[in-house]
């Protein structure tokens, strides 16, 4: 299990809000340190360290004179792009001690999963590795929308480990573990290992800690492990002070075990888990079995019906009409308006102009 962790070469640690803000708010400059210092020794020892950090919306409260989180996507979008510059420049400033350049990389889910934008963000990721620069990560906030939106970091973070084909995922949080419950209550016991979903069932998963700063709570970190474990990353769970001594492979957190079946291409994990769909693909019982037996391409001949308004290139879900049960999700290679005169029509019959499939298999993926 910990040679999991002390073999891995390529890691992508996250680090959240309430792990780099102090409680008057703003960015916490010694806890910044200490983390950069536990990751500064790990690329030193010739491991490469993707980070993903949150803290851009708490970061930019103070100078903006907010007393506390906003809710409205509008001022957290503010409070980011004032916030994200800060974060970086403590990072910066921070990684530079150890003669460590870092690079600003901000993503929404729509940019990675179109194949082009995927192949463009790995790229850039690779290639910062390669000129031994420090990829710092954040959800792009300023332009993602609430349909769109991660607004925690946790499943970006299991997203760009699967991007990045890393061998393991570290979540660091303002709790040492995963508990059975609430970590304020005493009866709440440690969970040292995961293995599979049957070690959660009486956990009880609750939502953000007492700073108040972060997202997601333990739900999403929850999912986020599911998700990397689901690509084959083992994940460890801990608090940011403890990020060294996890790192060099103590018996300290939740380890995930990862799961042994071989996963999808990174890509479609991306579309499974981190985007929304536009609209909806009703199919007839043997374009069900097409897709989701012989992995074929969807085409109009099968589709019964449609709705939601989309345009060609978005995701949609499709869906086996008779349970009304989602099977699978792509990317649609028509604009909604085009769809309903080709619904159930051969493709030999129509216009050369729509002859391509609706939905191509390499853009597709079971749910
Ligand atoms: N079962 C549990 N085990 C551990 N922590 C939990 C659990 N349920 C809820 N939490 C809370 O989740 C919080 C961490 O989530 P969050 O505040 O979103 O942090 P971050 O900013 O690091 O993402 C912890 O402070 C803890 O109080
Ligand atoms: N992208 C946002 C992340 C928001 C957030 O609070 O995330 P987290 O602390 O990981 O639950 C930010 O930088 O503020």
Redesign the pocket.
């Known amino acids: 299990m910990r040679e999991a962790v002390t073999g891995a070469k390529r890691i992508v640690v996250k680090v959240?809000?309430?792990s780099l803000t102090t409680a008057a708010g703003g960015i916490d400059g010694e806890r910044v340190s200490s983390l950069v210092d536990a990751l500064a020794k790990l690329i030193d020892d010739g491991r490469e360290v993707v980070l993903v950090s949150?803290?851009?919306?708490?970061a930019g409260l103070a100078p903006l004179g907010l007393r506390r989180r906003p809710r409205d996507l509008a001022t957290q979008q503010a409070a980011?792009s004032v916030?994200?510059g800060l974060l970086i420049g403590h990072y910066a400033g921070s990684f530079a001690r150890f003669g460590r350049t870092v690079g600003q990389v901000l993503l929404t889910a729509d940019d990675v999963t179109r194949r082009a934008h995927y192949r463009n963000a790995y790229r850039t990721l690779r290639k910062l590795l390669d000129l031994k620069a420090v990829p710092i990560v954040?959800?792009n906030?300023t332009v993602a929308t609430d349909e769109i939106r991660f607004?925690?970091?946790?499943r970006l973070a299991a997203l760009v480990a699967a991007l990045v084909e890393a061998d393991l995922l570290v979540l660091l949080s303002d709790v040492d573990a995963l508990y059975t419950g609430d970590p304020a209550k005493p009866e709440s016991r440690r969970i040292d290992e995961v293995r599979g979903d049957d070690d959660l069932a009486g956990v009880t998963i609750g939502k953000t800690g007492k700073a108040g700063?972060?997202?997601?709570g333990m739900v999403?970190k929850v999912e986020a492990a599911r998700i990397a474990t689901g690509a084959g990353i083992p994940v460890v769970l801990t608090a940011a002070p403890l990020a060294g001594a996890a790192l060099a492979g103590e018996p300290i957190g939740t380890f995930f075990h990862r799961e042994p079946r071989k996963p999808p291409a990174a890509r479609l994990f991306w579309l499974a888990h981190a985007t929304t769909p536009r609209g909806r693909l009703h199919l007839d019982p043997g374009a069900v079995a097409a897709i989701v037996v012989r992995r074929k391409s969807l085409l109009p001949a099968g589709i019964t019906a449609v709705d939601g308004s989309f345009t060609a290139g978005e995701p949609v879900d499709l869906i086996d009409a008779g349970s009304g049960v989602p099977v699978a999700r792509g990317l649609v290679n028509y604009d909604a308006v085009e769809l309903p005169v080709l619904l159930g029509r051969s493709t030999k019959d129509l216009d050369p102009d729509y002859r391509r499939e609706v939905v191509h298999r390499d853009d597709l993926v079971l749910l």
């Open positions: 959240g809000s309430s949150s803290g851009a919306i708490a980011a916030g994200q954040n959800e906030d607004g925690d970091n946790d700063v972060g997202t997601g999403t």
